[in-house]
C-alpha cells in the first residue's frame, strides 16, 4: 500500500516561486520512482517532473526545464518541486505519482503510475 500526499500549492504571482511537497508513505522497502504531473480542467494530465529513487537521474519537461527543480529529501520519503518564475500558463492542479522502480529509473508518462496524490491547486495570476 502507497499513500500520497502533497502540499504547498496556492496563489503566486507570475514570476513568483511556490515549493511543492510530496509526502510517500509506504508499507515496504521497495525502491520507487516520484513524478509530478498537472492537469487543467478539459485538458490531459500531463507530466511535469520525475527523479529515481536514487535521486540522481531526474527528468523535465520543456517548458519547466530551468525554472522547476525536483529532489528527494534525506529519507526519500518525500520529494519536493521548486517552482521558480511561475507563469500563469503553470495554473493547474499538481499531482506526485509513484511506482516501483529500479535505483536510478524513472517514469515520463501518465500510463506508468500506479499510486497517485490527490492533488495540490497552484494558481499564477498575471
Known amino acids: 500500500q502507497v499513500q500520497l500526499v502533497e502540499s504547498g500549492g496556492g496563489l503566486v504571482q507570475a514570476g513568483g516561486s511556490l515549493r511543492l511537497s510530496c509526502a510517500v508513505s509506504v508499507r515496504t522497502t521497495s525502491m520507487y520512482a516520484v513524478g509530478w504531473f498537472r492537469q487543467v480542467p478539459g485538458k490531459e494530465r500531463e507530466f511535469v517532473a520525475a527523479?529515481?529513487?536514487?535521486?540522481?537521474?531526474?527528468y523535465y519537461t520543456d517548458s519547466v526545464k530551468g525554472r522547476f527543480t525536483i529532489s528527494r529529501g534525506n529519507a526519500k520519503s518525500t520529494v519536493l518541486l521548486q517552482m521558480n518564475s511561475l507563469e500563469p500558463e503553470d495554473t493547474a492542479v499538481y499531482y506526485c505519482a509513484a511506482h516501483p522502480a529500479g535505483y536510478n529509473d524513472y517514469y515520463s508518462t501518465r500510463n506508468d503510475y500506479k499510486y497517485w496524490g490527490q492533488g495540490t491547486q497552484v494558481t499564477v495570476s498575471s
Open positions: 527523479i529515481s529513487w536514487s535521486g540522481r537521474s531526474t
